[in-house]
């Protein structure tokens, strides 16, 4: 069946004497929410999953999809679930499906989601031609590809002490002062 249709049916009786026609039925299928999210998701701490809300879903029910089975995460009222990524690179497939009151729930949407956490990157810029004065303003320049193959460049600025720290996503980088 197609999501979100109306199918109808009728049944009549025929017989020697004639014909008798029924009433028409009808029901429309359960609508699936649609996922939002981007494929490739950075992140500190936590990852937020997003779909499209359905008026006449009452709930969602969120699952993680291993192996083929589906383990229920949560059930939410509203198009959005916030989870805690538990290593640094991952690839999670979800699964969220809307629950109909009196009917049961849909048959889903999937979405597969690689996420990547970000690391700490703290740093102390020094002149080593001039009896290791910290140098202020200098450029650092990060060029490279994250774990999850998206090319990545960021550039920093050294403060007053010469330092600079932040965060990128995991990766491989080239390093240029």
Same mark, same amino acid.
């Given at each position: 069946?197609?999501?979100?249709?109306?199918?109808?049916?009728?049944?009549?009786?025929?017989?020697?004497?004639?014909?008798?026609?029924?009433?028409?039925?009808?029901f429309?299928?359960?609508?699936?929410?649609?996922?939002?999210?981007?494929?490739?998701?950075?992140?500190?701490?936590?990852?937020?999953?997003?779909? @499209?809300?359905?008026?006449?879903?009452?709930?969602? $029910?969120?699952?993680? %999809?291993?192996?083929? *089975?589906?383990? &229920?995460? =949560?059930n939410?009222?509203?198009?959005r679930?916030?989870?805690?990524?538990?290593?640094?690179?991952?690839?999670?497939?979800?699964?969220?499906?809307?629950?109909?009151?009196g009917?049961?729930?849909?048959?889903?949407s999937?979405?597969?989601?690689?996420?990547?956490?970000?690391?700490?990157?703290?740093?102390?810029?020094?002149? @080593?031609?001039?009896?290791?004065?910290?140098?202020? $303003?200098?450029?650092? %320049?990060?060029?490279? *590809?994250?774990? &999850?193959? =998206?090319?990545?460049?960021?550039?920093?600025?050294?403060?007053?002490?010469?330092?600079?720290?932040?965060?990128?996503?995991?990766?491989?980088?080239?390093?240029?002062?």
């Open positions: 069946m197609i999501p979100n249709k109306k199918y109808y049916w009728q049944v009549n009786v025929k017989n020697n004497e004639g014909t008798a026609e029924g009433e028409i039925w009808s429309a299928s359960l609508e699936n929410p649609t996922m939002t999210n981007e494929s490739n998701i950075y992140s500190v701490n936590k990852v937020e999953i997003t779909w @499209n809300e359905i008026a006449e879903a009452s709930s969602y $029910n969120v699952y993680s %999809k291993e192996n083929e *089975t589906e383990i &229920l995460l =949560d939410v009222s509203e198009g679930y916030e989870f805690s990524p538990n290593q640094d690179t991952y690839t999670y497939t979800f699964v969220v499906k809307a629950v109909y009151d009917i049961g729930e849909s048959k889903g999937t979405s597969i989601i690689n996420i990547s956490k970000f690391v700490d990157v703290k740093c102390n810029v020094a002149n @080593n031609l001039n009896n290791n004065q910290v140098v202020e $303003n200098a450029t650092i %320049k990060f060029i490279g *590809t994250t774990t &999850l193959g =998206d090319a990545f460049e960021q550039t920093f600025t050294t403060d007053s002490n010469g330092t600079f720290s932040d965060n990128i996503p995991c990766g491989v980088y080239d390093i240029k002062v």
